[in-house]
Each structure stands twice: as structure tokens, then as C-alpha cells.
T-cell receptor, first 112, second 114 residues
Framework: DAKTTQPNSMESNEEEPVHLPCNHS???????IHWYRQLPSQGPEYVIH???SNVNNRMASLAIAEDRKSSTLILHRATLRDAAVYYC?????????????FGKGTHLIIQP | DVKVTQSSRYLVKRTGEKVFLECVQD?????MFWYRQDPGLGLRLIYF???????EKGDIPEGYSVSREKKERFSLILESASTNQTSMYLC?????????????FGPGTRLTVL
């Protein structure tokens, strides 16, 4: 899987939007962009994924740059429960089931 | 909602013991995975299975084996536990194969080997 770069940590206030950036300049044309998060003492949790177009679901939105070399996970109204490590990963169409590889991710801190 | 459950949240074993970690998913997923997660090393794939009785080695299979006798259950076995197997063990399942698949994780088992 191609490499991604994320800030080590970010801080935001409760009830404000949060924009978590991810750079993936070596992305190939068929790589999917996935986001997972991991709350303290819990297993990772799927957040959202996309290929080219922006995506929305009940948890978040994913904005993908036109050249696909970067993307942004948007939490529209952060709560204390959103404090977690957020991982941006790329999945290539190698075929078959394979494992996820997480980098260090972004530690999101939410201030009340 | 998909539910992946693991048999224990915390486990303490002694060196040389045989250890069984159980994982059950309730969404009829084809694929199941075992990972370990260690500070500074991230998430590493131990084994995965894409069908009953099928298994594939991941990145770090040494010292581990797996069993998948039923679709919903995937077991990780430490034949002779060692202190370097102290870790957080995570089970996951997914329906699809390929880059669009979404993996659903269990809560994890924190194993300590003394």
C-alpha cells in the first residue's frame, strides 16, 4: 500500500468542525482512500472511504483533492467522543483479502 | 450493526502455556483477520482467512497458528507463549475482498505473558 503522511496531533474545541489532512502524493489511479479511527482502549473503527469523489456518511465527510494527492476527513461538529487516533490509509486493488497497514495517524484532542 | 466479539479483554499467561484467543462475528463475513498492535510498531497482520478451513499467513505468522472451522469463528493459537508475544491482539472481519472492503474490528485482547 502507498504511503500517507498525517500530522502527529491536532486539537479542536467541542462542537466545532475538524479538518484532518492526509497527504498521499504517490497514490496510484486505482488506490482507495480509507479512514479509520481508534478510541482509547478500543479496536479500530471504520470511518469512511472513497476513490475520486467526495463522500459523506453519518460519521464524517471525505474531501478528495482533484489530483488525489491529498484528502481531508471532516468531522462536522466534534464531540468529546471523537477524541481518538485517526488513520488515513490507501488500499490498492491487488486482489484478494489482505490486511490493513496503519501509520502513526493523527491524535485528535477535543477540548470541552 | 456488525458485531465482532473477542473472548477476553485481558489475559495473563505464563511462558510456555498454550493460549487460545477466540473471535466471533455475526454478519456472515467471508474474511477474518488477526492482528497484533504494539506501540511504535503499529498494526501488524498475523493471519487471515477468506473462507472456512482456509488460512493465509500475514506479515508475522511465526509462533502463531489459526483455526477456522466455522464461518463465524476464527481462533488464534499461541502454541507456546513467550514474553515477546505480550501485545494487544485484534480480530477483524470483512465481507468484500479488494481495496473497497471495510474491516470491522473487535475490542481487542490485551495479552500479558509472564
Amino acid at each position: 500500500d502507498a504511503k500517507t503522511t498525517q500530522p502527529n496531533s491536532m486539537e479542536s474545541n467541542e462542537e466545532e468542525p475538524v479538518h484532518l489532512p492526509c497527504n498521499h502524493s504517490t497514490i496510484s489511479g486505482t488506490d482507495y482512500i480509507h479512514w479509520y479511527r481508534q478510541l482509547p482502549s478500543q479496536g479500530p473503527e471504520y470511518v469512511i472511504h472513497g476513490l475520486t469523489s467526495n463522500v459523506n456518511n453519518r460519521m464524517a465527510s471525505l474531501a478528495i483533492a482533484e489530483d488525489r494527492k491529498s484528502s481531508t476527513l471532516i468531522l462536522h461538529r466534534a464531540t468529546l467522543r471523537d477524541a481518538a487516533v485517526y488513520y488515513c490509509i490507501l488500499r490498492d486493488p491487488g486482489g484478494g483479502a489482505d490486511g490493513l497497514t496503519f501509520g502513526k495517524g493523527t491524535h485528535l484532542i477535543i477540548q470541552p | 450493526d456488525v458485531k465482532v466479539t473477542q473472548s477476553s479483554r485481558y489475559l495473563v499467561k505464563r511462558t510456555g502455556e498454550k493460549v487460545f484467543l477466540e473471535c466471533v462475528q455475526d454478519m456472515d463475513h467471508e474474511n477474518m483477520f488477526w492482528y497484533r498492535q504494539d506501540p511504535g510498531l503499529g498494526l501488524r497482520l498475523i493471519y487471515f482467512s477468506y473462507d472456512v478451513k482456509m488460512k493465509e499467513k500475514g506479515d508475522i505468522p511465526e509462533g502463531y497458528s489459526v483455526s477456522r472451522e466455522k464461518k463465524e469463528r476464527f481462533s488464534l493459537i499461541l502454541e507456546s507463549a513467550s514474553t515477546n508475544q505480550t501485545s494487544m491482539y485484534l480480530c477483524a472481519s470483512s465481507f468484500l475482498q479488494g481495496p473497497g472492503d471495510t474491516q470491522y474490528f473487535g475490542p481487542g485482547t490485551r495479552l500479558t505473558v509472564l
